[in-house]
């Protein structure tokens, strides 16, 4: 039995007088109300561990994105090589094994963030019995600490000898050849074909678009011509694929690259970019930035990258803070292309 007395309830918004009867369990709140609302205030606030699942969550996105991207090129393949099926299943066996690296990361976010073990469970199709045996907390933390061993140590490819980490791609490499690997597949020519009228091997072209190759810019430019692209919309991309910043840029450059953005982006439809905007930007918005039509303001050509799941920074020169001469205002598209110097781009 605890003894009487005065303290303050435990919600930092309230802090009124609570005063125990002496019978029970102490009460920590002033009410039931103040109670719920500590608790959602508890679940809200992102803890440390929130912020390091939720960084967890968007590499392991990415690395998952790019193994399926792979997956995605093997299986198009026009030519199936001697050893085609064997290379599809062990991308299949990979995509899954980073799938399940990705799923047990989402558990641990929605344990930081307060989710019930039940809704947890239910979200993903186990119990809260198989929750707990197969993706326990101290099992889910070991398995992200091998996977930064493994991405700060890569293992090497069969047969080959290992390389160092400094000579591993960049973040921007993935653009670069899903924009390539979208030509291809849109102009309906072969990997062969492409291969041949770029003077390299099928093999070297396939891994060129599943991103484990970065190619030179004359067979960038030489694989987009094959594939009737143009190659001012992937010079950007390629940049970004090396590792440099963005250059200062002409406008017409500057829709160029946007263009190259919206091919590693897969093409999709306007309709679909405006809904990704969340409705900040229309289809007519969405038509001039791609088609060189109007002089965008910086704001909406953030929104149109962003839409498309990109950082503006990595791909686009900086911009001054202040409205270039003839730019529209943030929101608006100026119907009047050519009106920007070539300086407000850099």
């Excluded at 309230?14 to 109300?33: A, I, M, S, T, W």
């Excluded at 840029?249 to 953005?261: C, E, F, Y």
């Excluded at 839409?307 to 503006?312: K, S, T, V």
Aim: net charge positive; glycine share 8%.
């Amino acid at each position: 039995m605890s003894g009487s007395g005065m303290t303050r309830c435990k919600n930092p918004t309230c802090r009124r007088p609570v005063f125990r009867n002496g019978n029970g369990r102490p009460r920590q709140y002033c009410d039931k109300p103040c109670r719920d609302a500590a608790y959602r205030a508890g679940r809200l606030t992102p803890s440390p561990d929130t912020e390091r699942y939720a960084a967890y969550l968007r590499q392991l996105s990415e690395d998952l994105a790019q193994r399926a991207h792979a997956l995605v090129v093997a299986a198009h393949g026009a030519e199936p090589q001697k050893d085609a099926s064997l290379t599809l299943l062990r991308l299949v066996t990979e995509a899954e094994r980073a799938l399940g690296d990705v799923r047990a990361a989402a558990v641990q976010h929605a344990r930081t963030r307060g989710v019930r073990a039940v809704a947890i469970a239910q979200a993903i199709g186990l119990t809260p019995a198989q929750l707990r045996t197969r993706l326990a907390p101290p099992a889910v933390e070991r398995r992200m600490r091998r996977r930064e061993a493994l991405a700060r140590h890569p293992d090497p490819a069969p047969g080959q000898p290992e390389q160092p980490v400094v000579n591993a791609p960049p973040p921007g490499a993935f653009p670069l050849a899903r924009a390539l690997a979208t030509l291809q597949r849109s102009s309906g020519r072969s990997l062969s074909e492409v291969g041949r009228r770029a003077g390299v091997s099928p093999s070297y072209v396939s891994r060129v678009l599943a991103g484990k190759r970065r190619p030179s810019w004359p067979l960038t430019r030489r694989i987009v011509e094959v594939c009737d692209g143009d190659p001012a919309d992937l010079l950007p991309l390629w940049r970004a694929a090396r590792g440099e910043a963005p250059r200062p840029a002409t406008p017409d450059a500057l829709h160029a690259a946007l263009r190259g953005l919206h091919l590693a982006a897969q093409r999709p439809p306007l309709e679909s970019i405006r809904t990704a905007s969340h409705g900040q930007l229309s289809t007519a918005d969405i038509a001039g930035l791609l088609h060189g039509q109007r002089v965008p303001h910086r704001t909406v050509v953030d929104r149109f990258v962003q839409a498309l799941g990109f950082r503006p920074e990595a791909y686009l020169p900086p911009w001054g803070t202040e409205r270039p001469p003839g730019a529209a205002r943030p929101g608006v598209c100026c119907p009047t292309p050519g009106a920007l110097p070539a300086d407000a781009f850099g």
